[in-house]
């Protein structure tokens, strides 16, 4: 650490923002965790951001969600809106990606802000198992496509052959987030290119063959086509607002807000509703597919592409791990596990393959999947909300130095906990609770509300109520402490 000395919040020293630099380069392993990045290695640009969004979301799950909410019985043009509508939640990714050029610091860094440093770590452990429930999910796909890539060409993998199988795919999932961001923005980059140029050759496959007679099936409730929306708002915007900083935290600070914002908005939702429609519109084709039903790949596509697509879908789901992976290791940090970024990387694909094989051989995927789904919205959008409004409370300004420290930060208040932050946090998971729908999820519950609310029985309104819920009680009871705080920010900024 070098840098001039200033006075903290109780007079002892605080350090500047002049880090030890380190080289920033791919295919060497970051060594940065949750540090403050320096601007000699802020060397992102926003297209950068653009196609690692890209990148990560062109990928075959999304296609799969497609067809996912087609199995509720929606008809095509109730789909195409729960689409269209689900995907303009991206915007709340773009909001969510502000924070990291100006403090060059992650997602779970910045919510220390609201939470405090001891009070962050209720919402960054709910994060760190989010971020695993996803990599469960990838490395699951994986594994069952490996396996059917044997069974179509005459092998059947026993016992012994699928734990290998599922050893190899955790490892394999470790290497891009072992060696960074500089690796994963230039590899999901042109990654990109290649899956947008094979996802091309999937639509012409797919408008060949569309059934224009499914366009007229019976539409179905307005409540069950709730559900559907929030499934693609929680894979969506809303399920990526805790990765944005910590990707973002690598542009430079003079980038102006919104390119920052349109470059992860648009960099998800394009190719979210590129693949969903994609999805919704094989479902039409035929509910039949070649036996692995979340790849929702139609029976009657040639033989000679099925192979090539599941072996891209593998790569596909490896390299949209690596989101997840990297952004759960710096949560674990955050969260005060004493453990550097590649110890968390190893500690996370550990827990990956044994929960993964626990599933494959005694779980019930889809049941346990749709729960995760639905579930997850509970504490997102409320701590999402609760972020935003913090932001805005402070003039969209933070001190990344007290978001570092710990008792001499203006962030550590009593114990390191603030209370109305806390508090709006649980008022508004129990809030989501109240309407949301998980009545064919495990483990299956119903909110009161969603049961009762007149005209709207079994409607899924968990998002909407968490978010406006938890920011309407955070408002209330730490609005004028946060503008204390952001008065001593300034005087700090101006010593």
């Avoid at 012994?160 to 960074?180: D, F, N, R, S, Y």
Wanted: hydrophobic letters at 55%.
């Amino acid at each position: 650490m070098s840098g001039d000395i200033v006075a903290g919040r109780h007079g002892r020293p605080r350090p500047t923002l002049e880090e030890v630099p380190q080289e920033y380069a791919a295919f060497k392993i970051e060594q940065r965790g949750i540090d403050l990045i320096p601007d000699a290695e802020r060397k992102m640009r926003p297209s950068g951001l653009f196609w690692l969004w890209a990148g990560a979301v062109f990928n075959v799950e999304f296609f799969f969600y497609g067809t996912l909410i087609m199995a509720f019985g929606l008809s095509v043009p109730q789909a195409v809106a729960a689409i269209l509508i689900g995907n303009l939640f991206y915007a709340l990714l773009g909001f969510a990606s502000l924070q990291g050029p100006q403090t060059g610091t992650t997602a779970f860094m910045v919510s220390r802000a609201p939470f405090g440093q001891n009070g962050n770590r209720l919402v960054a452990l709910f994060n760190w198992l989010t971020q695993v429930g996803f990599e469960i999910e990838g490395i699951f796909f994986v594994v069952a496509t490996v396996i059917l890539l044997f069974s179509l060409h005459g092998t059947s993998l026993g016992t012994p052959a699928k734990i290998v199988v599922i050893i190899l795919a955790a490892l394999l999932q470790m290497v891009m987030p072992l060696l960074g961001h500089a690796t994963i923005s230039k590899v999901l980059r042109y990654l990109g290119y290649v899956f947008i140029l094979f996802f091309a050759v999937l639509a012409g496959f797919t408008f060949n063959r569309l059934h224009l007679s499914t366009f007229h099936v019976k539409p179905v409730s307005l409540a069950v086509w709730t559900t559907a929306l929030v499934l693609i708002i929680s894979v969506g915007g809303l399920g990526w607002t805790e990765n944005g900083n910590d990707y973002s935290r690598y542009l430079p600070r003079t980038t102006r807000a919104r390119q920052t914002f349109w470059a992860a908005a648009l960099g998800g939702a394009i190719p979210s509703i590129v693949l969903e429609l994609l999805g919704v519109f094989a479902f039409t084709i035929t509910t039949k597919t070649v036996g692995i039903a979340q790849l929702g790949v139609p029976q009657s596509f040639p033989s000679w592409f099925v192979t090539p697509f599941l072996i891209f879908a593998i790569l596909q789901l490896l390299t949209i791990n690596t989101i997840d992976m990297y952004s759960s290791g710096v949560t674990l940090q955050a969260l005060g596990v004493p453990v550097r970024r590649w110890g968390a990387v190893i500690i996370d694909t550990v827990v990956c393959a044994v929960v993964t094989g626990i599933i494959l051989f005694h779980g019930n995927f889809y049941k346990d999947f749709a729960g995760f789904l639905l579930y997850i919205v509970v504490w997102l959008a409320p701590w999402f909300a609760i972020l935003m409004t913090d932001w805005l409370l402070r003039g969209r300004r933070y001190d990344p130095l007290s978001l570092r420290s710990a008792r001499d930060g203006l962030y550590w208040r009593n114990g390191g906990i603030h209370w109305p932050a806390v508090i709006a946090q649980l008022v508004g998971m129990v809030a989501a609770l109240m309407w949301i729908n998980a009545a064919t999820a495990f483990p299956a519950y119903t909110g009161p509300i969603s049961n009762d609310f007149p005209g709207l029985a079994g409607g899924d309104f968990s998002w909407a109520i968490g978010m406006v819920v938890g920011a309407g009680v955070y408002l209330v009871l730490g609005s004028r402490g946060v503008h204390k705080e952001a008065e001593a920010q300034a005087q700090l900024g101006d010593a």
